[in-house]
């Protein structure tokens, strides 16, 4: 079982950057691929990005690729979401989750099977 703790969210003008970090418990950590998904106010929860459990695989929304990157260190067993260039569109609840990497698709949220409890993104226009 993988627990996740998300922090680093907050206000942030328009233009400017943040970075969620998601900590993660267990020894097999690194194992785990890991997701970076958001929802805001009335919309559904969406996608963001995602990193395979040694770092090589990842994918990113069109919406925040090229602003956004995604990183991990397993020695810390974390998990970053490098945020620049932020726009009021980004403000949402961002949620890591995790997967076994023998869950093949990346983007939808029923193959996450443990998730955070959430940080909460805005940004001012």
């Known amino acids: 079982q993988v627990q996740l703790v998300e922090s680093g969210g907050g206000l942030v003008q328009a233009g400017g950057s943040l970075r969620l970090s998601c900590l993660g418990s267990g020894r097999t950590f690194y194992i785990w691929t890991v997701a970076w998904f958001r929802q805001a106010p009335g919309k559904e929860r969406e996608f963001v990005t995602m990193?395979?459990?040694?770092?090589?695989?990842?994918d990113y929304a069109d919406s925040v690729k090229g602003r956004f990157t995604i990183s991990r260190d397993n020695a810390k067993n974390t998990v970053y979401l490098q945020m620049n260039s932020l726009k009021p569109e980004d403000t949402a609840v961002y949620y890591c989750?995790?997967?076994?990497?023998?869950?093949?698709?990346?983007?939808?949220?029923?193959?996450?099977?443990?998730w955070g409890q959430g940080t909460q993104v805005t940004v001012s226009s």
């Open positions: 990193i395979s459990g040694t770092g090589g695989i990842t």
């Open positions: 989750a995790a997967k076994s990497p023998m869950k093949p698709l990346p983007r939808p949220d029923y193959e996450y099977d443990y």
